[in-house]
């Protein structure tokens, strides 16, 4: 018999499928320079995938792969939003949580990356596809958090509102961090957020 | 004595110097597609320019245009925040013409574009040129900004943080417009700063 031995799975895991290794490439470089500064050359590379493998997982090329790689981007900040609020006790503290997890992210990378949405879908071609799809990601992520919201005892009636306003000053604060290369910014946006809550 | 028609040089004005349309059509390509998804040439043509007059006016080329478009939009913003706040009898109506002017250009364009200054310094090359330019930019509009909110009676402890916030606000408020195609979204920040200062 055989003996597997766990550690070594888990330090020498098995590589992503190439499918998963092009959606990863693409979003991170869509994040960083817009999805018109990135060329589809670049994602394989990056990804360390053959030239026939985009088309075959992507059969029309890079705007699928746009859409593959917002979701799979967009899929992580949904972990990020549950990580932030599930084990809260009240509302404030899981934005206290968000904010802080999304300073720690922004002086983790380059500090000039975007949002993984509009870097990937507003900039490129204006397709119906594109749009529709930037607008089901971004509904998404705030009916996430007025989830919590309502869970953790928001009044119903400002439940919506208040996911909304964390979601202007989320993308607004990351623009304002950006353009002063400064996290902190970040770290503030809990004190604007519950003022107006608090009313 | 030849006499001139001032109704005809209204309605026939000169053509703008090349230098100018140069920097117009940069503006507005730039900010429908981001620095990256617009080329020279498109430049050139959408400006009716000849091929040498873009190295003539901008020695280093399109990062230079780059520059000088987004200066050129920013500029345009300070006089929107001045034509709001000047003649407005307290902030909050500055605040609300603000919001409304927003809208209305969002309704008037082709909904899809996005901020001058993101649009163009944040997409583009992250050159040391380009991050202190946008945080020029930035930090203009926010400084415009509290400069009416002194002068229309907020407390001058609170004008900086209320400008930061308007900000925030617009940027992360015209993302979800353009996510929802619903420039309501931009007439209905008011409410949400002005409670925040009501405390």
Not at 154 to 171: D, F, I, K, S
Request: proline content about 6%; glycine content about 8%.
């Amino acid at each position: 018999m055989v003996q597997t031995c766990q550690d070594c799975v888990m330090s020498n895991p098995p590589p992503l499928p190439t499918k998963d290794r092009l959606i990863r490439a693409a979003a991170e470089l869509f994040r960083s320079r817009g999805y018109n500064g990135v060329g589809v050359s670049e994602v394989l590379s990056r990804a360390k995938a053959p030239k026939g493998s985009l088309y075959h997982h992507f059969p029309n090329g890079k705007s699928d792969l746009a859409l593959a790689a917002s979701t799979w981007a967009s899929d992580g900040m949904l972990r990020l939003i549950a990580a932030s609020f599930e084990p809260a006790e009240c509302f404030d503290d899981g934005v206290v949580t968000l904010c802080h997890k999304l300073a720690k992210f922004f002086d983790s990378k380059d500090m000039w990356g975007g949002c993984p949405i509009t870097s990937t879908l507003f900039e490129g071609p204006a397709t119906e596809d594109f749009r529709a799809h930037a607008r089901y990601l971004v509904d998404g992520w705030i009916a996430e958090v007025e989830h919590h919201a309502r869970r953790l005892g928001v009044p119903a009636n400002q439940a919506a509102a208040t996911a909304e306003h964390l979601y202007m000053l989320v993308q607004g604060g990351w623009q304002l961090a950006k353009a002063r290369q400064q996290s902190d910014v970040l770290r503030h946006l809990p004190a604007q957020l519950n003022t107006d809550r608090r009313q």
